[in-house]
């Protein structure tokens, strides 16, 4: 993937000056916070404690030179087919060589689309209406499509290698080391940002369940991985207000009102190199602009939550339908990790693979095969959404 399907140049009219200089402004701060570096643990096995502390002072840590070159290539090789398997428009049954599209036999959400540049849910009441400010859409190149996808939920069961890299075991001694090691899963997903194409995500806090607990922290709503397969940059990355994970809900109509427009003077970019991974909080505020450049962003997010944050809890958001997480749900859709780690083991069989406590607690093992992977369909109607 090298851009050449942005045949045309976009960019912010009138505003495109301000807004190149707002995208290099932010990239010094961003560089300037001491949020990034390799993933370390202590002689004990614990996260390090600089690591621990930069990321609840930012809401967000970028750890650096993740994922190497032969798991990149099995990523971005299932990222192709899935792109090339995707539905020819909304709501088709085939891609466009006429094969069963991609996801079209799946009852959870699973494809979600929008006008080239565009923002789909700002200004709107969609996600419980937590992006109340419309971001600028610019204009597209005449000869884009008409829409197209640009996340898509329920990744695990269309790509073995999303699967493989959710098993990975320094991220998972990551989330133990956030969460707690009884830590569960919460969602995962593909973000596509095309050049000239991909949609702008408005500013928003993730997180509908616990803003009013009165046991309520900065880590309540648990947090997102986000492995970059070709890197990021201010113009195309997820851009994040540091230290407003400790804030409680933010009024973002206010912020963008005092700002004067959507580039809130206080945010920086997460910059990131093919095979970086950021963690970062979903209570913090953070969204991203439409890729006017000439980059692809492909992202592969992994969420997880602490286990008190979801255990006995009622769901909301838009993952899936209401249900109150009891033990056999949190278990059920944990089953993902299992899978994850046996995968990753038949893949890579020189890694010391994570042993993940509940399921070792409970003498549970998980074999990954192709009875097991025809066992996953639609597995993110059990996504633990808070």
């Given at each position: 993937?090298?851009?050449?399907?942005?045949?045309a140049?976009?960019?912010?009219?009138?505003?495109?000056?301000a807004m190149?200089?707002?995208?290099?402004?932010?990239?010094?701060?961003?560089?300037?916070?001491?949020?990034?570096?390799?993933?370390?643990?202590?002689?004990?096995?614990?996260?390090?404690?600089?690591?621990?502390e930069a990321?609840?002072?930012?809401g967000?840590?970028?750890?650096?030179?993740?994922?190497?070159?032969?798991e990149?290539?099995?990523?971005?090789r299932?990222?192709k087919?899935?792109?090339?398997?995707?539905?020819?428009?909304?709501?088709?049954?085939?891609?466009?060589?006429?094969r069963?599209?991609?996801?079209?036999?799946?009852?959870?959400?699973?494809?979600?689309w929008?006008?080239?540049l565009?923002?789909?849910?700002?200004?709107?009441?969609?996600?419980?209406?937590?992006?109340?400010?419309?971001?600028?859409?610019?204009?597209?190149?005449?000869?884009?499509?008409?829409?197209v996808?640009?996340l898509?939920?329920?990744?695990?069961?269309?790509?073995?290698?999303a699967?493989?890299?959710?098993?990975?075991?320094?991220?998972?001694?990551?989330?133990?080391?956030?969460?707690?090691?009884?830590?569960?899963p919460?969602?995962?997903?593909i973000?596509?940002?095309?050049?000239?194409?991909g949609?702008?995500?408005?500013?928003?806090?993730?997180?509908?369940?616990?803003?009013?607990?009165?046991?309520?922290?900065?880590g309540?709503?648990?947090?997102?991985?986000?492995?970059?397969?070709?890197?990021?940059?201010?113009?195309?990355?997820?851009?994040?207000?540091?230290?407003?994970?400790k804030l409680?809900?933010?009024?973002i109509?206010?912020?963008v009102?005092?700002?004067?427009?959507?580039?809130?003077?206080?945010?920086?970019?997460?910059?990131?190199?093919?095979?970086?991974?950021?963690?970062?909080?979903?209570?913090?505020?953070?969204?991203?602009?439409?890729?006017?450049?000439?980059?692809w962003?492909?992202?592969?997010?992994?969420?997880?939550?602490?286990?008190?944050?979801?255990?006995?809890?009622?769901?909301?958001g838009?993952?899936?339908?209401?249900?109150?997480?009891?033990?056999?749900?949190?278990?059920?859709?944990?089953?993902?990790?299992?899978?994850?780690?046996?995968?990753?083991?038949?893949r890579?069989?020189?890694?010391?693979?994570?042993?993940?406590?509940?399921?070792a607690?409970?003498?549970?093992?998980?074999h990954?095969?192709?009875?097991?992977?025809?066992?996953?369909?639609?597995?993110?109607?059990?996504?633990?959404?808070i």
């Amino acid at each position: 993937m090298d851009g050449s399907s942005a045949t045309a140049a976009v960019n912010y009219g009138s505003e495109e000056a301000a807004m190149q200089a707002y995208l290099g402004e932010g990239e010094q701060r961003a560089l300037a916070l001491g949020n990034r570096g390799p993933i370390r643990f202590t002689s004990s096995g614990e996260l390090h404690p600089e690591i621990v502390e930069a990321y609840w002072r930012c809401g967000f840590y970028v750890f650096e030179g993740v994922l190497k070159a032969d798991e990149l290539d099995d990523i971005e090789r299932d990222v192709k087919d899935i792109l090339g398997r995707l539905p020819v428009e909304r709501g088709a049954t085939v891609d466009a060589t006429g094969r069963p599209a991609l996801a079209a036999d799946c009852e959870a959400p699973t494809l979600f689309w929008s006008k080239p540049l565009g923002d789909p849910f700002g200004g709107t009441d969609l996600a419980n209406g937590r992006h109340p400010v419309k971001m600028f859409e610019p204009k597209a190149a005449a000869d884009a499509p008409k829409e197209v996808v640009y996340l898509i939920l329920g990744s695990l069961q269309f790509s073995d290698a999303a699967l493989r890299l959710y098993g990975h075991p320094q991220l998972l001694a990551v989330a133990a080391g956030i969460n707690g090691a009884d830590f569960t899963p919460f969602a995962d997903a593909i973000f596509i940002k095309e050049p000239g194409r991909g949609a702008s995500v408005a500013w928003h806090q993730d997180g509908v369940t616990h803003w009013n607990s009165p046991d309520w922290d900065q880590g309540s709503h648990g947090f997102n991985m986000m492995a970059q397969l070709y890197g990021c940059t201010a113009a195309n990355g997820v851009w994040v207000v540091p230290g407003s994970h400790k804030l409680g809900k933010v009024d973002i109509k206010a912020l963008v009102a005092r700002a004067g427009s959507e580039r809130l003077p206080d945010a920086v970019p997460m910059i990131c190199k093919p095979g970086d991974v950021a963690v970062t909080n979903r209570q913090a505020l953070h969204g991203s602009f439409a890729n006017t450049s000439k980059d692809w962003r492909v992202t592969l997010n992994m969420g997880f939550h602490r286990r008190k944050s979801v255990l006995g809890v009622k769901g909301g958001g838009l993952h899936n339908k209401e249900a109150v997480y009891d033990t056999d749900r949190i278990r059920d859709r944990a089953r993902l990790i299992g899978y994850a780690i046996d995968a990753r083991r038949q893949r890579f069989p020189n890694e010391t693979s994570f042993v993940y406590k509940p399921h070792a607690d409970e003498g549970l093992i998980y074999h990954w095969d192709a009875e097991a992977k025809a066992g996953i369909k639609d597995y993110n109607l059990l996504d633990l959404s808070i």
